[in-house]
Nanobody, 122 residues
Framework: QVQLVESGGGSVQAGGSLRLSCTASGYMYSPYCFGWFRQAPGKEREGVGAISSGGGYIDYADSVKGRFTISRDNPKKTVYLQMNSLKPEDTAMYYC???????????????WGQGTQVTVSS
């Protein structure tokens, strides 16, 4: 069973940057797609970014395009989310997720980390 552990969350002022990391453990027998999701209090969870197993397919939510960058290091089984120009509305719990089918569809992510909090103050 694959497990995901996130790190890198914290508090930052608007305009600042944070980098989230997510490391997978366990045997990964298929080409996993990795993704980042977030959920703010009182709001539905939304997909932020997704990256295919080889990195050839990347997708972002419109709200973060041009500010966030998703990347992965396959030998380290780690996926990153570089977040720049952060806004107060980016405040949320951020979750790493994996899609073992490799489709990268937002609804296909089935393995989840425990989440890391990101708070952006104005």
């Amino acid at each position: 069973q694959v497990q995901l552990v996130e790190s890198g969350g914290g508090s930052v002022q608007a305009g600042g940057s944070l980098r989230l990391s997510c490391t997978a453990s366990g045997y990964m027998y298929s080409p996993y797609c990795f993704g980042w999701f977030r959920q703010a209090p009182g709001k539905e969870r939304e997909g932020v970014g997704a990256i295919s197993s080889g990195g050839g397919y990347i997708d972002y939510a419109d709200s973060v395009k041009g500010r966030f960058t998703i990347s992965r290091d396959n030998p380290k089984k780690t996926v990153y989310l570089q977040m720049n120009s952060l806004k107060p509305e980016d405040t949320a719990m951020y979750y790493c997720a994996a899609d073992p089918r490799g489709t990268c569809r937002w609804e296909s992510f089935a393995v989840w980390g425990q989440g890391t909090q990101v708070t952006v103050s104005s």
